[in-house]
């Protein structure tokens, strides 16, 4: 029997404040990559491949008879094709896909066996560069000028505040210069980005005209900029008006006289059906995989891990197990454990055990490379699995077992020089993390055979120690190398990771010309005598760890604002908020108990 359901007024109505159509995106200007073409899928101002005459008319207005006859490869099928031998010459801009896409092994050995391969970066040393035939040194976001567009349609100038380093151009002028010693000189001669910008804004008009009032997207207005009038737009929403007067006036909301940009002006609502995951558990990988971003890194850490200060909050890769599944594989708090996939390659990062994950999944951070660890890229557990339509990876979603790494020992290495490189000592052990620190370069580092390490700490230290303490009952062995005075590398060996101090001490001795008595006197200490470990950051904007707040808990600070006051914790950014609340909780909790 078909049912019918009158619906109450203004149900479902889409274009009123709160019901607002709003495109959820990952990146501060995907919006803007859409409108000039930046998808292998579509062309520029909104226009699409499949769309009658479309081509023909972007042919025209650009004066040429090259353009792609069909739409390009997606990320994924584009390395498919590298691997296939199909793409012989890849230009890899400010991203890098040797860490961020699916089966990283197998995007690596695409990588690795094309002909050429040019990368553009900011950045020299990523795992991408690593196998650049030809580097472009392209500016960061604080040195370029333009516009973005954010989800909300908005336009804004992005201004530079840096100047540009020697050699380094924006990516606007790397591509014309590029274009120009390839003989389409004429088709690219831009001076500036206010040149690009007009010519955007002008095919936002030729896409208009011929949509029939379809297209949305509608800069025109803005197409007649004077190179000052562009230096000093406002944000402004599209599309954009321009009245008798001269006024641009933006719109704020879509689809509020409730037509939309179809042929009828009705809306289209698509019915999406739900399918399952192509990674389904079984009894060999039992556990669902969830990656995900932590708090104070950004994508693959090119940029934001050389910043001391936004390591101090998650040291080291890691794996969050609720407790059932820890127990179950035997598993307990901040032991190295490897997932291991049905690809080549396994994730190894240390144990957070949290009720917040839910039992059978487990969740590991997507930052880390092989320039900072050993063997962390948490894409080596996602399958090249895509969506038939968008083309996007199930990069949510992998399957993997889980065990704990055996270990004999556990060390922090402090060196002086900073290094991207375990240099020429990875073979020895089964883990390494590095870490940099603001006056050193610091590893974590784990193994599971036997070394004679009074024998061998001169291969660590990159010379010949000054002091040595050495514990074989303990398992627990300390060297440093004093060169002149100057602390120069330190070597901290034990068989239990939380019986390694903290390095906050030690690395301030690396500020130090020359240690004075007490610095000396308690160098393999790792801590003075008066020296508080603050545990683990939390709070980054004020430098407080999570054992003050514990200890100002137990005193009587029992509340966020009175935390707040005495610490000062999560009064700035607020990032740290919810962290503090965990441990509130927890302390509340167990003091009931």
């Not at 994950?357 to 699995?385: D, K, M, Y």
């Not at 000592?425 to 009074?454: F, I, K, N, V």
């Amino acid at each position: 029997m078909q049912r019918h359901y009158q619906l109450p007024p203004g149900h479902g109505a889409c274009g009123p404040a709160g019901r607002q159509p709003f495109s959820l995106t990952g990146q501060p200007n995907a919006m803007g990559g859409r409108e000039v073409g930046g998808l292998a899928n579509t062309l520029a101002a909104h226009m699409e491949y499949d769309t009658p005459g479309a081509r023909e008319r972007l042919a025209r207005f650009w004066g040429t008879d090259r353009l792609p006859e069909a739409p390009g490869l997606k990320a994924v099928d584009l390395f498919e094709a590298v691997h296939r031998g199909d793409i012989k010459v890849l230009w890899i801009m400010g991203t890098n896909p040797a860490v961020s896409l699916p089966d990283s092994a197998r995007v690596c050995e695409a990588l690795a066996g094309c002909p050429t391969v040019i990368v553009s970066d900011c950045m020299a040393n990523t795992d991408t560069t690593a196998f650049a035939d030809i580097m472009l040194p392209a500016a960061g976001w604080g040195e370029k000028d333009g516009t973005v567009t954010n989800s909300e349609r908005c336009i804004s100038r992005q201004r530079s505040f840096l100047s540009l380093p020697t050699e380094v151009w924006p990516d606007w002028r790397i591509l014309t210069s590029v274009a120009c010693e390839l003989g389409y000189a004429k088709a690219f001669q831009y001076q500036n980005p206010a040149d690009i910008f007009r010519e955007h804004a002008a095919l936002s008009a030729l896409a208009c005209r011929a949509s029939n009032g379809r297209q949305v997207f509608d800069i025109e207005a803005l197409g007649q900029l004077t190179e000052a009038r562009y230096n000093q737009l406002e944000p402004i929403q599209w599309p954009i008006t321009l009245d008798e007067a001269g006024v641009v006036t933006g719109t704020p909301r879509l689809f509020s006289d409730g037509r939309f940009a179809t042929d009828d002006g009705r809306a289209r609502l698509v019915p999406i059906p739900a399918g399952l995951p192509r990674q389904i558990v079984t009894s060999r990988y039992p556990l669902v995989v969830n990656t995900g971003r932590i708090r104070d890194q950004w994508h693959t850490m090119t940029r934001t891990a050389l910043v001391s200060r936004l390591l101090t909050h998650r040291q080291e890769p890691f794996v969050e197990i609720h407790p059932d599944d820890a127990l179950r594989f035997g598993v307990c708090e901040e032991a190295l454990c490897q997932l291991t996939g049905p690809g080549p390659e396994a994730f190894i990062g240390r144990a957070r055990i949290t009720s917040d994950q839910r039992p059978g999944e487990v969740f590991i951070p997507i930052h880390w490379s092989g320039r900072f660890a050993s063997q962390s890229v948490a894409t080596n557990l996602i399958a090249a699995v895509t969506d038939p339509i968008s083309g996007q990876p199930e990069s949510k979603h992998g399957v993997a077992s889980l065990r704990r790494l055996a270990c004999r020992w556990q060390a922090r290495l402090m060196r002086r020089s900073a290094s991207d490189e375990l240099p020429g000592l990875a073979g020895l052990c089964d883990y390494w993390c590095r870490q940099p620190l603001t006056h050193s370069d610091s590893w974590w580092l784990a193994g599971s055979q036997t070394m004679d390490w009074e024998s061998e700490a001169s291969i660590w230290l990159a010379g010949e120690p000054q002091l040595i303490m050495a514990d074989s009952a303990q398992g627990r062995f300390r060297a440093a190398r004093v060169v002149d005075g100057r602390l120069e590398a330190v070597l901290l060996v034990d068989s239990d990771v939380g019986l390694l101090p903290d390095l906050a001490w030690l690395d301030e001795c690396f500020a130090a010309d020359r240690l004075s008595p007490d610095q000396r006197q308690c160098l393999l200490a790792g801590r003075s005598v008066d020296t508080e470990e603050i545990g683990a950051l939390v709070c980054s904007c004020f430098q407080v760890g999570d054992r003050q707040i514990v200890s100002a808990i137990r005193e009587g600070q029992a509340t966020l604002e009175a935390l707040g006051q005495t610490l000062k914790c999560g009064t700035n950014c607020g990032s740290c908020v919810p962290e503090i609340r965990g441990l509130l909780l927890d302390e509340l909790t167990e003091t009931e108990q």
